[in-house]
């Protein structure tokens, strides 16, 4: 059934569809655009892919534009402080922990972070993290075959990543309830119209989760917990030319890790169980052929990124695709529309779960690709084929509730049963 969104811009003729375009910006979106941001995305692309907003920045809406960013680190930087200190306030919660975070930082700081993370995404230890993660999967998949279904989201996108996550930080599971409303909270502070009711949530939330760490921190020095807790122990271990992390910079990751692995993986396993529901001949081709699964994931990614937007900052004049741009220039990349680019995808509105080659942006690019993808790729691929499996026939049983943000695509709730 088409969306609001396909049918307002169907009905446009060509002088509305040209003054969309003109006049489009990102912090002046509504309802129908949160819902189905896509056939606003083409328009941008077909119209005006390079497109200056009134406020000044740029948006980026081809493949090809948000590639040249990606791999150019120097002109394009990540470093948020111009942006972060009139939107949230020098000094709140909000602005340490997003100025001091991997992914809103360059070298030398994500250099830093990044190289002590490393050792805890490689193949091995992803291997080591597997069987557990499995287990996990079948304990919640039980749970719902004793119901006859279950929420998607709530009872499994969303448990599933906090588990794993919790474990790398060797958070114990009797306090792990508050860290998805935390997550929620302090991520849906970057969408780009905050609320002054999302503001005050993300600095609450921010506050409490960095008091927690640090209690958990002190504790985990002093008695470090067997078997998990790996990827805080490299966080706290000195590296190899001596340095180490502040305990603000320490505290302010830990928050990211979650925060990235649990919104991508969430969202990646949300969309991917929504899509199978919306295209059915496709849910039955993965049903015929399991070992799809890997393009499956990527396809799923590609269609519906968890990430939808991105932002980088004119660290020195430049041009783009013909445009002049002035140093301090925001730009905000526009990681769906880009991933629905036909001139990267043929047929890009089409879900193939065979996609060949699928060269996707949800993971990003260049040195601020995500360091979790591995994770988030094995957490998606182990998630929906066990429940491909386990249920081959599911069907919504109630409403489903999309999350209403435009920089995170997924659902908050997802009730399905299963036949």
């Known amino acids: 059934m088409p969306t609001a969104s396909r049918q307002r811009v169907d ?9 969309y375009a003109a006049g489009f910006d990102i912090k002046a979106i509504d309802r129908d655009f949160l819902d189905d941001p896509f056939p606003f995305y083409r328009l941008l692309r077909e119209r005006d892919p390079v497109h200056r907003m009134p406020g000044g920045g740029i948006f980026l809406a081809r493949w090809e534009d948000l590639q040249a960013v990606y791999r150019d680190a120097r ?12 939107k949230f306030g020098v000094g709140t919660p909000l602005y340490r922990h997003h ?10 700081l994500h250099t830093r ?9 490689t193949p091995r230890a992803l291997a080591l993290l597997q069987p557990r993660f499995e287990a996990m999967v079948d304990r ?13 989201v709530t009872e499994y996108a969303a448990a599933l990543p906090v588990e794993i996550i919790g474990d790398m930080l060797a958070i114990p599971h009797e306090e792990r309830a508050p860290l998805r409303d935390w997550s929620l909270a302090i991520l849906g502070a970057l969408e780009p119209m ?19 760490l640090r209690r958990h921190i002190r504790r985990y020095r002093a008695t470090p917990p067997a078997g998990f807790g790996q990827v805080l122990g490299l966080l706290l271990a000195e590296g190899s030319d001596g340095d180490r992390l502040s305990e603000e910079e320490l505290v302010q990751n830990c928050i990211f890790l979650l925060n990235a692995g649990h919104e991508t ?11 199978l529901v919306a295209f059915p001949d496709e849910a039955e081709r993965l049903r015929r052929e399991p070992g799809l699964i890997d393009s499956a994931v990527e396809e799923f990614l590609r269609y519906e990124s968890s990430n939808q937007l991105g932002n980088r900052r004119v660290a020195q004049a430049t041009t783009l695709a013909g445009l002049a741009l002035e140093p301090g220039t925001s730009i905000t990349l526009g990681i769906g529309a880009a991933n629905r680019d036909p001139a990267q995808f043929p047929d890009p509105d089409r879900l193939d779960l065979g996609r060949t080659p699928n060269r996707h942006l949800a993971f990003g690019a260049g040195i601020h690709a995500c360091a979790g993808m591995t994770l988030a790729r094995l957490e998606g691929r182990i998630a929906i084929g066990k429940l491909m ?19 995170f695509r997924g659902y908050l709730s997802y009730p399905v049963a299963f036949a």
Not at 99 to 108: A, I, R
Request: hydrophobic residues 40%; glycine residues 10%.
């Open 11 to 19: 009905a446009m003729d060509e002088a509305a569809r040209s003054a």
């Open 265 to 275: 993986t969430t969202n990646l396993i949300g969309n991917g169980v929504g899509l």
């Open 99 to 108: 100025t001091t975070s991997l992914v809103f930082n360059d070298p030398p």
């Open 113 to 121: 972070v990044r190289r002590l993370l490393a050792p805890a995404f």
């Open 194 to 212: 905050l609320t002054p009711a999302q503001h005050a949530s993300g600095n609450e939330a921010v506050a409490a989760f960095s008091d927690f």
């Open 75 to 86: 002109t394009y930087v990540s470093e948020k402080t111009a942006e972060f200190g009139p």
């Open 389 to 407: 499996q386990r249920f081959p026939r599911f069907a919504p049983a109630g409403p489903a509730k999309r999350g209403g943000r435009a920089r």
């Open 140 to 152: 919640l998949l039980d749970r719902a075959a004793a119901q006859g279904g279950m929420d998607v």
